[in-house]
T-cell receptor
Framework: AQRVTQPEKLLSVFKGAPVELKCNYSYSGSPELFWYVQYSRQRLQLLLRHISRESIKGFTADLNKGETSFHLKKPFAQEEDSAMYYCALTDSNYQLIWGAGTKLIIKP | DSGVTQTPKHLITATGQRVTLRCSPRSGDLSVYWYQQSLDQGLQFLIQYYNGEERAKGNILERFSAQQFPDLHSELNLSSLELGDSALYFC???????????FGPGTRLTVL
C-alpha cells in the first residue's frame, strides 16, 4: 500500500543545531516527493520537491530509493523554521498521499 | 488575489447544525481538494473534484458532502455537526501534474 510515514510528531532542537525531519515512504514505482510547510497562522505551502533538487530556506532533501526515505535537513536551525512540516508523495493519478506531519520547534 | 480563497474565515455553530464552506480555486486550476486539519489527526484528505466531477474520496464522513460548480468554485457541506467536527478545513487547488497543490487560508469551524 502507498504510505508516507513521519515517525516524529514533534521535534525540538536548539537554534543553530542541525535539523533532520524524517520521512519514509512505501510506493511501488518511482515516486515524486514533496515537503510542505505550514508556519503559524499561515497557509500550507510547498517547501521543496525532490525533482527540483533545490535548497529552499537552507533546507534540502535527498531521495534515497534504497532506504525509501526523503528526509528534510538543515545544517543550522533558525527560530523562523518553527512550523509544521508535511511530507507527501504523488501517486500515478497525481493524488498526494500525506504523512501525519512533524511539528518542529526551534528553541532559542 | 489570484490564489485560493476560502470563506468564511471563522464559523461558530452549534451541534446538530449544518454549514457550508466555500472555496475558489486559483485561476485556471481544475482540481479542488478538501482537507480537515485537527490537533490530534493532522491533515486528513476528504475529497477531490476535477472539473465538476468527483475524482477521489478520502476519509469523508457521510454527513459531509461537496460539489464543484461550473465556475469551478467548490462548496463543502457539513451537516448534523458534532463537537468533534471542530477543525480547520482547507481547500487546495491544482492544475494537475507534478502533484503541487496550492492551499487556501482555511476556515476554522468551532462546534459548541
Amino acid at each position: 500500500a502507498q504510505r508516507v510515514t513521519q515517525p516524529e510528531k514533534l521535534l525540538s532542537v536548539f537554534k543553530g543545531a542541525p535539523v533532520e525531519l524524517k520521512c519514509n515512504y512505501s510506493y511501488s514505482g518511482s515516486p515524486e516527493l514533496f515537503w510542505y510547510v505550514q508556519y503559524s497562522r499561515q497557509r500550507l505551502q510547498l517547501l521543496l520537491r525532490h525533482i527540483s533538487r533545490e535548497s529552499i530556506k537552507g533546507f534540502t532533501a535527498d531521495l534515497n530509493k534504497g532506504e525509501t526515505s526523503f528526509h528534510l535537513k538543515k545544517p543550522f536551525a533558525q527560530e523562523e523554521d518553527s512550523a509544521m512540516y508535511y511530507c507527501a508523495l504523488t501517486d500515478s493519478n497525481y493524488q498526494l498521499i500525506w504523512g501525519a506531519g512533524t511539528k518542529l520547534i526551534i528553541k532559542p | 488575489d489570484s490564489g485560493v480563497t476560502q470563506t468564511p474565515k471563522h464559523l461558530i455553530t452549534a451541534t446538530g447544525q449544518r454549514v457550508t464552506l466555500r472555496c475558489s480555486p486559483r485561476s485556471g486550476d481544475l482540481s479542488v481538494y478538501w482537507y480537515q486539519q485537527s490537533l490530534d489527526q493532522g491533515l486528513q484528505f476528504l475529497i477531490q473534484y476535477y472539473n465538476g466531477e468527483e475524482r477521489a474520496k478520502g476519509n469523508i464522513l457521510e454527513r459531509f458532502s461537496a460539489q464543484q460548480f461550473p465556475d469551478l468554485h467548490s462548496e463543502l457541506n457539513l451537516s448534523s455537526l458534532e463537537l468533534g467536527d471542530s477543525a480547520l478545513y482547507f481547500c487546495a487547488s491544482s492544475g494537475g501534474g507534478l502533484g503541487e497543490q496550492f492551499f487556501g487560508p482555511g476556515t476554522r469551524l468551532t462546534v459548541l
